[in-house]
């Protein structure tokens, strides 16, 4: 296995059981906790990368770009605890592999990088949304529109810039 792994992810104590378990399977892994971090670790020999959508509050749809630039041939997973379709959708046009939702096991992420077809089906919901929901995905859309902005996007949706945080703040709502 030709393999070098670089996980991206704020959350310190899901990277480091992940790369753990990759060193477990003989693939090599770095972590880094920012895009800094990232692009200082990133190599030419970085063949798989594991992107948190959310890195401590900034996107990592924006880092996106940067990691296929300077590493054209890296295949790129954006995991993350917020899955929409719309950002599931922008993950997949920046160049992403794969998206996936946490929770996800080392397997479903292996498998995920296996597939090699990008799959944004599962974001989507088998049954009709609720209408919080529905919120959600338009809020996201919204969000992702605005590069992330959330005084933007307050302005755009016509509400109060704490009441839109305190709304990302919370997990999404069920479908």
């Given amino acids: ?11 310190e104590a899901f990277a480091g059981v992940l790369v753990r378990s990759l060193a477990r399977q003989g693939r090599p892994a770095r972590h880094a906790a920012d895009a800094d971090t990232a692009l200082a670790l990133l190599s030419p020999d970085t063949t798989h990368v594991v992107l948190d959508l959310n890195l401590g509050g900034a996107s990592g749809l924006r ?18 605890g917020y899955a929409s379709i719309a950002s599931a959708v922008d993950a997949v046009k920046l160049g992403a592999v794969q998206y996936l939702a946490k929770p996800a096991t080392l397997a479903e992420i292996v498998a995920a990088f296996a597939a090699r077809e990008p799959n ?22 919204v969000l992702a529109e605005h590069g992330g902005n959330v005084s933007a996007t307050a302005r755009a949706l016509n509400m109060h ?3 839109l945080q305190r709304m990302l703040a919370k997990r999404p709502v069920s479908r």
């Fill in 161 to 163: 810039r704490r009441t």
């Fill in 63 to 80: 880092l996106l770009p940067e990691l296929k630039r300077r590493c054209p041939g890296v295949a790129v997973l954006v995991l993350t």
């Fill in 1 to 11: 296995m030709n393999e070098n792994w670089l996980v991206v992810d704020d959350d």
């Fill in 120 to 141: 944004v089906e599962h974001a989507a919901p088998a049954q009709p949304m609720s209408v919080r929901r529905l919120t959600w995905e338009h809020v996201q859309r």
